[in-house]
Structure formats: structure tokens, C-alpha cells
């Protein structure tokens, strides 16, 4: 349900590593929803409901509150991964504030809502896998994959691609004429391979994909969550990678009094600037 149009929300978010696809994709979603960060700071210490549920993530992934909701990533008593919560929390942005910015993140009907879950349904099963394996060894060049196993998930990938780029020579965007929420959740991850020396041939050699990626890519949501992860390695913020987190960065197990989390507090774009 979206929110009376003289509503001023006020939301706030909780993440750790920018870097993450996990953080990025709910930074861009709020972006695109014409939110602004007014404020931040860094904290060691969080709300009790925060640092209970920080207990048992297995990612420092985000922690969404505006007041009515508070959306998390994993918990023992939740089958979803952080991807699948970070993903979770786009939806609930999408919907609620569905009057706000991009309006049709979701599409215009529940013919549109079904094409785009679709294709959510796709990034999270087909994309993001093989995807998140070489963004992987792109942040951590010294994990235990074998050159095999890379070859393994870039051919996986690759297959993907394949059907993207089809899908990509019949409409602008994944689930249509518009951007939507399906083309945001792909973001991240496609944000490190199609730059990346290495993986960037995946989507130049595939004519639809690349020019979908050069249109999306400088969308001004996602330029300020890539200025986002850039500030953050500009400051100095993330810590020095520890050999478990290289071996596991999708597994990494903290504890909240290890946490030094960045709490940011945005404001729609007119409220803002009075």
C-alpha cells in the first residue's frame, strides 16, 4: 500500500560495506524513488531489534526503517538470503512510496508486475549466481576458485547472457519499454563484470545487452550509488580484508560488537532542501 501524497517519510538505512551488491542495489532503489541522504553517521553500536538480528546475519547486509516497517537481511528463522532480503526491501520500497519518482518500478498493471517478477525471479536464480562467483574473484583475486571453476561460472553466465541479449533485441528493458525494478536488481554484480578487464567481453560481444548496459549504467540513481562506494573507499571506511572474508565473502560470520555500521537518513528530494 503507498502512502498518502502528504506524507514526508523519513528513512533510514543501516550497511556496512558499500561495496556490497546488497547495499547498492537498496541505495539505488531509494535513489530512483527520489530520495536524498541528508545525514549520516557511523555507529558501533545499534537499536536492540538491530543488533539481535545482526546476530545471526550472515552478511552485513542493509537494514531498512521508515517508521512503519524495519526490513532485514537473513535471520535463523528466515529462509531468504540477504540478496533475496535486500531485494525484499526494493518491493516494499517500490510499492509504498509507489507516487514517488520512478512510479513505475513495478509496472503499470499486474500484467507488468508479473513480467518484472519474472525477471526478478531470474536474477536472483540464474543471474546472480555464476554473476556473484566472479564478482568474487574480482575483490578477492586470491580466493580458492580454480581457473576451471571461473571458466565453469563465466560459460553459466554467459548462457544467461545469451537469453538477456534475445530478450534485449524486443524491448528497451528486461520487462519492457521502461525501466523497472527488474532492470535495477541487476545492477550491482553487472556493475563489476561489465567494467572488469577480465568478464567485460560478456556483455560488449553481445550487441542488445551492451547498448542496454550503457543506457542503464548512467541512470542518475545508480551514478550516486557507484559515488557512493567510491566515497567509502575514498575514506578509507572499509576494513582490511581478513583471509576468512576472502574465502567467504557471502558467508562472513560477525558479531555486532565487531560491527561499525553507517547509519544514513534520507528525505525526499523536495523535503530536502527547505
Known sequence: MSLPNNVSPIVKVYYGKPILPEVSRVLACLYEKEFKQVAFEYVDSTPIDLIRLQASTSVPAPFFEDGSKFLFGKTSESKFNTGSESRAICRYVSETYANRGNRYLLGHDLLDRVSIEQWLKSEEQSFDPPSRALVLQLAFPLSTKSSNDLREESERLAKVLDVYNHRLGESQYLAGDEFTLADLTHLPNSQYIATSYEWGHLFDERENLKRWWEEVSIRPSWSQAVEEIERSKEEGYQEETTEEEETNYYEITRTPS??????????????SVQ
Request: no cysteine; net charge neutral; hydrophobic share 50%.
Open 258 to 271: 565487531k560491527m561499525l555500521l553507517k547509519a544514513s537518513t534520507f528525505l525526499p528530494i523536495e523535503e
